[in-house]
Each structure stands twice: as C-alpha cells, then as structure tokens.
C-alpha cells in the first residue's frame, strides 16, 4: 500500500487521539469510581440503578417512619407501665381500706391519695410525643382524657375521665403496601369500651366510696381493679407486640435499603482493580502511541537527499 | 530525412516537457497538505508522428501529454456513503451524549424527586397532622413537579440545541450546493479543450465531501462531467448546474421543531436527508424525543393516580381534597405539572385522612400505594422512569456504537483515498530526481548534437 504524507500525519493524530481519549475514559473511571455515569455506559444497568435508588430511598423513609411510630409506642407502653403500677397502688388501697379496722379518717386519707392517682393516670394517659396525645387514636391533637373534676362536696366527678380522642387507632407503613398499628386504644383499655372495665369510672367509685367512708363500696372495687390491672397489662402487651412488629420492620427495612446500596454499588461502581489496571494500560498505550509517532517523525527523504 | 536541427527542435520540445513534469512534482510537493488536493501526474509522450526515414520511423523526441488526478473510482464511489452515515450516527451520538440530565447517579435528578415525594409522604403518614411533615410533603411535591419540569426542559433544550445546529447545516448546505452547481459550469467550460481542470475537479471534490457529510446526498456523474447529487429518499440538491434550496420551518405538529423543505424550479418538497443534518434530526425525534413524551406520559399518568386519591380523602379541615397537582393536557404534562397553588399556600388542604381524626393518615398511605400503582404502560412510576432512562441510554450506546463502526469505514476509505490520491513527499522527490536526470541527459543531447554541428562547420 502506498503511504504518503498525509496518511503518516493522519494516523498520528488519530492514534494520539484514541490513545488519549482511552486514557481520559480510565482516568474518569479510576477516579469517579464510577462505571455508569451515563445512560449509555450500560442502559441495563442505568434504569436498575433509577429503579434499585427510589427504592432504596423509599425503604429507607419506610424505616424511619417505623422508627418514629416505635418511639411513640415504647412511649405508650412507658405510660401503661406507670398506668399499671398506679393501678396495683389503688387496688392495694381498696384491698387495705375494705377492711372494718380503718375508720374514716384512714379512707378520708385514701381517697385522697385515690383522686391523687387518678389524676396521675389521667396525665399518662395524655401523654404527648412532640406535639402528639399519642393514646387518642387518629385524634391526636387534642388531649384524650379530660382530666380529674371535683364536685362541690369534694367527691370526684361522673366526668373524670371522659374520653375525647377516637376509636381508632393509627396506622403506619412498615413495608411498601403493607401498614401496621401504630398506637394503642386508649378507650378500651382505660374506659372498658367493648365489654372490659371501665377503669376511671372504678377508681372515681373507690374515691367517693372511700370519701363517703363506705367499706363495702370500696370492697365491691377490688375486684374490677384488678381485672383493671390485668386490664392494662394487656394492653402494654400488645404495645410489646407492635414494638417488635415495628423493631423488626425497622431492621428489614435497614437491612433492605443496606442490600439496594449493595446493588446499586453492582451495578454502577467501578471495579477498583480492574480500573487500576485499565489506567495503567491506558497510560501504557498513550506513552508507546507518542513514542511511535515521534520516532516515525524522524524519517524522511527530505532529510537524506 | 533526419537532420541535426531536427534533434535540437527535439531536444528543445523535450525539455519542455520535463520542465512540465518537474512542474507538476513541485505543485504536488507544494500541495502536500492542501486538503482536498489530490495528486497530479504529468504524462509524457512521445511525439508525433515519428518521421519516416528510408523505410523507418524515427521518434520525434517527448511531450507533455496531460495532467491528470490520481483518483481511485471505486474508493471514491463508496466514500459519499461512508461520510453521510459516519457523519449521521457521530450527530446523533453527540447529541445524546452530552445529556446528563437522566444520568442515573446524578445529584437532584427526577429519580431523587420521585423517591423524595414518596419518602416524604411516608414520614407524614407516621404524624399526619404534623405540620412541618405536612409542609415538607407539599414541598417534596413541588420538587417532582419542579424536577419534572427542569428534567424536561433540559431534553427539549436539548432539542432546540439540535434545530439550532440544523439551522446552521442548512445554510453551508444551500452555500455548497451553490458551489457544486457553480463548479459544474466552470469544469464544463473549462473541459471543453479537452484538458483535464484538476484544481476546479478538486474544489468541487472538497465540495462533495461536505455535503456528502451534512446531507447523506450521493454523487451521479453526468455525460457532460457534471456532477448530481441525490438525498436519501431521490430528490436532486444538485442537478447539473441547478441547486436546490434547503430550507428550515418550524414544524407546528412536532412542537415547533425544525422540517426541512427542499425547493428546485419551483417546486418544494418535504425531505428527510442523511448525514449530520440526518443524525441531528435523528437523535431530536428519536432518543430525545422519545424520553420527553415518556416523561410527559409518566407525568400526566402520575398526576392523575395521585390526584384520583388525594380527592378520595379529604384534608385536616373535613373538606374533601382537591387535585394536589394541577397540569391540564397530555401533550406537555411534564412541563406543565405544578402543585395546586391553594396546597402550596395552605397544607392543612393536604388530604391526609379519610374518615378519622386529624391523624388519620390512610389516604397518605393510598398515596403511597400509588407509588406501585401501574401506570398506562403497565409498570409503576419508578419502573416507567427506569424504562425511560434504558430506552435513552439504549439510544445513545446504539448511536455511540453505530458512530465507532461507522467511522472506522470511513477512516479505512478515507485511507484508502489517500494512498492514492495524497501526496507523497518521498516519491514526489524520487520524481523530480529522475526528471532532473532525464532533463541533464537531453540537456546532453543538445550540447552533443551542437558538438556534431561544430564539426559539420569546420568540415565545410
């Protein structure tokens, strides 16, 4: 084949170019870290990488939310806890002043340490999370529970208690499509609402059988208080169970968006060594290319005539 | 009969020649990175007719027969081709290529937007009523609609970047068919002696490559050594010494992007060319365009699967909720989608809940299942958005691919070309040497045969 001027600058330049281009591309690779940058480095891949990063973003926000929702019960479960430890004291109050040997002084004094508790229990069962009354169902802004009301003789009021938040509870994502409780129902717990014992309304007939010195009344407490505890128990242990349920969607979900980072690092990372590797090629390529050509450079018959 | 005066007049008219083709060596020698020049060969001959001597001939000595070019016609005949596809699939791959806008791991893209609106809208659900959840669901929406409209916009300005680059084709290609059919008239005048006009053949080559390379158009020789160019499709950009105007209008059924209309004696037509002008038209419809109507499709569909529950619900006041995004036709939905002014200015208008409390969230959770929600094309949004990133990243690698093979044709047929057509500085000098050498050896002659002269006077 027949080589002339031109061909000789022409492979230089396009040679010197590729060898170049080739070692830009490494470069950018070996320093990005990234093998898909764009659509077209591997269209495949590039829409896996779209669908794998709204997912994991997705899962990740899942988490959170289910984090928060575990805070809000582990709270819920914290104010039963105290609602029932409340509760063990009333009975033991109720179990101790039916007896015939305390007068009216004693249960004038335990009624008022019952009115005191019920009012504790009120205040935990307002408990608020942020800005939240975390025991009111879907309605959370407002306080569920009105709080202790006297009556003019001093006895506590048929209105203590009453509930204002919903029959409802909240929900939460725990996994895409898939929705958990996330609060507890405060009404059956606390008022008895679908067939159990109204709490309130048994702690205000201990204070006002205490208050009007009524043994029997107090004795006729006894035994709803301590369905009331178990009552509560019950309750806090399905708090126990929702806070697994949520602990654990939690975990997955952590452990999800940690396989999509995974995946997403597949599918769009370089490979460290073989980057490496195709950087010193490259650099290797570009050196020999430029030798070549300056060599060849020095030929001519311009030079020799 | 021979006589010694007749060796000089022959000697005389050979140097001639050799003088020519020195000539020729040295304007090859001077064009030797001239682009376009093909190489010139000067063809000695010998005189004629030889004189008839007794019963013999004797040759008259040599003379400049022509000059021609060194052009190879299969080579050439493939080249129009090779320049018009290379020149289509580089246009095409340029101009996907430098889109980054649906770079799957780029900062604050669509799909960041998408995953961001959904992430948003699942924090709310924990605390519907919150307000500073329910303000950053709002923006998060304004984020999808704004990336959706940014996203758009960045492909069309990517669309009008190719009308603008055709915009400017069409004029070089209405100067170069002009040039062509100009060339035309001149080669044909000056052919008519009967000599070859290389320099005109050559301006006319360079011409033809140009256009070859905007246009795709091919070379049909003429009887009278015109040359016609055809586009793809058969309309003539250049017939003899006519040229075609190429024109570029808006084309209001493909949002005003650029048509091209090609016009001859009176007559216009739509044309679709190859080369550049093909390419760049080929990725503005094809790759690009096929990712803004995908956009503008997953846009309308998702504004209206969110819409459709969002007004199911009803907002934290009792109302029923309206449209949380407004956008009001398919054509252009990813342009136009914005969220409802009255959310924006009012979040308690978000409908979060259903038939609860203030924190009810299970309309935030239907609109989150909306995040699975098939959409027109049968896959949800992310998947309809990871399709849309595949079927342009498929487009550019085809095109990136189509440009590597495309040009590794042309290159061979441009090298092939140039073996025969461009100039060698070594062989030019061999050339020149070896008529250096022919012209001392007639310069001989005339010297000797004045020598013989010498001897005739002194005899007489």
Redesign the interface.
């Known amino acids: ?7 000789f600058y ?1 492979r230089a330049e ?1 040679d010197g170019a590729a060898a170049r281009s080739r070692l830009d591309q490494a470069t950018a690779t070996a320093s990005s870290g ?1 093998r ?16 794998e ?6 899962i ?3 988490a ?3 984090g ?2 575990a805070d809000e019960v582990t709270a819920a479960s914290d104010a039963l806890g105290q609602i029932q430890t409340s509760l063990a004291r009333a009975s033991e109050i109720a179990v101790q002043l039916s007896s015939s040997q305390y007068g009216a002084s004693e249960r004038a004094g335990g009624a008022a340490e019952v009115q005191a508790l019920i009012s504790t229990i009120l205040s935990d069962a307002n408990t608020k999370v ?3 009354y975390i025991f ?6 407002a306080q569920p529970f009105d709080g202790l009301a006297l009556a003019a003789d001093g006895t506590v009021d048929a209105s203590t208690g009453t509930y204002r ?2 029959a ?1 509870t ?4 725990i996994a ?2 898939v ?1 958990q409780d ?1 609060s507890l129902r405060a009404d059956v717990a606390l008022r008895g609402v679908g067939g159990g014992v109204d709490v309130i309304a048994t702690l205000t007939s201990l204070a006002n059988a205490l208050s009007a010195n009524n043994a029997a009344g107090v004795a006729a407490t006894v035994g709803q208080l301590s369905q009331g505890v178990s009552q509560v128990s019950t309750a806090q242990s399905q708090a126990g169970t929702c806070l697994d349920t949520l602990d654990t969607a939690v975990s997955a979900n952590q452990a999800a968006s940690s396989d999509a980072q995974k995946r997403i690092a597949n599918l ?1 990372d370089a490979d460290e060594i073989q980057s490496a590797s195709d950087l010193a090629l490259a650099q290797h390529a570009l050196d020999t290319s430029l030798t070549a050509i300056s060599q060849s450079f020095k030929f ?3 030079d020799k ?1 | 009969m021979v006589d010694l005066f007749h060796i000089l007049s022959m000697g005389a008219s050979s140097l001639d020649a050799q003088t020519g083709a020195a000539a020729t060596n040295a304007n090859n020698l001077e064009n030797v990175d001239t682009p376009g020049y093909a190489r010139q060969m000067a063809r000695l001959e010998p005189s004629l007719p030889s004189e008839l001597v007794g019963n013999t001939y004797v040759g008259n000595g040599a003379t400049l027969g022509q000059v021609t070019q060194a052009r190879d016609r299969f080579v050439e005949a493939q080249l129009p081709v090779a320049f018009g596809n290379a020149a289509s699939s580089d246009a095409t791959a340029k101009v996907l290529g430098a889109v980054s806008v649906l770079d799957p791991q780029g900062s604050g893209g669509l799909s960041s937007a998408l995953s961001g609106f959904y992430s948003a809208f699942s924090a709310l659900s924990q605390n519907a009523s919150d307000p500073s959840l329910r303000q950053a669901a709002v923006a998060a929406a304004g984020a999808l609609a704004l990336s959706f409209q940014q996203t758009r916009g960045s492909l069309e300005s990517a669309r009008s970047g190719a009308d603008q680059s055709v915009a400017g084709d069409v004029s070089e290609v209405n100067s170069l068919a002009s040039q062509v059919a100009s060339l035309n008239g001149q080669i044909r005048a000056a052919s008519a002696s009967g000599a070859q006009p290389n320099d005109l053949l050559d301006a006319r080559q360079k011409a033809i490559d140009q256009l070859a390379q905007l246009t795709g158009a091919t070379v049909v020789p003429t009887s009278e050594g015109d040359a016609s160019l055809f586009l793809p499709g058969g309309a003539a950009l250049v017939s003899s010494l006519q040229a075609a105007t190429l024109s570029a209008v808006p084309d209001p059924s493909n949002n005003g992007h650029l048509a091209l209309n090609l016009s001859l004696g009176g007559t216009t037509s739509s044309v679709s060319p190859g080369g550049e002008l093909g390419g760049l038209l080929s990725a503005r419809d094809g790759g690009l365009g096929s990712a803004v109507s995908g956009l503008d499709t997953l846009a309308w569909d998702l504004a209206g699967a969110i819409n459709t529950v969002h007004q199911a619900g009803v907002d934290l006041d009792g109302n029923a909720g309206q449209a949380l995004f407004t956008v009001s036709s398919a054509a252009g939905a990813a342009a136009q989608i914005a969220v409802n002014p009255a959310i924006v200015g009012d979040t308690d208008l978000l409908a979060t809940r259903t038939t609860g409390g203030t924190g009810d969230a299970s309309n935030v959770l239907a609109l989150l299942a909306t995040s699975s929600t098939p959409l027109s094309g049968g896959q949800d949004a992310s998947a309809t958005l990871a399709q849309i990133t595949s079927a342009f990243g498929a487009a550019a690698q085809s095109a990136s691919a189509a440009s590597e093979a495309d040009d590794a044709i042309k290159t061979q047929l441009v090298t092939m070309r140039q073996s025969t057509s461009s100039v060698s500085t070594d062989d030019e000098l061999v050339e020149m040497q070896k008529t250096q050498q022919a012209y001392a050896a007639i310069a001989k002659v005339i010297s000797t045969t004045d020598s013989m002269l010498d001897t005739l006077v002194q005899i007489t």
């Open positions: 084949m027949r080589v002339t001027d031109t061909m022409d396009v990234l898909v940058v764009q659509p077209g480095d591997d269209p495949g891949a590039a829409g896996a990488l779209v669908s990063g709204v997912n994991m973003q997705r990740g926000a899942i959170t939310a289910a928060r929702a942020g800005d939240r009111g169902g879907t309605a959370d802004s938040g919903a409802d909240r929900q939460v994502e895409p499509g929705a996330a769009g001519s018959l311009v005539l």
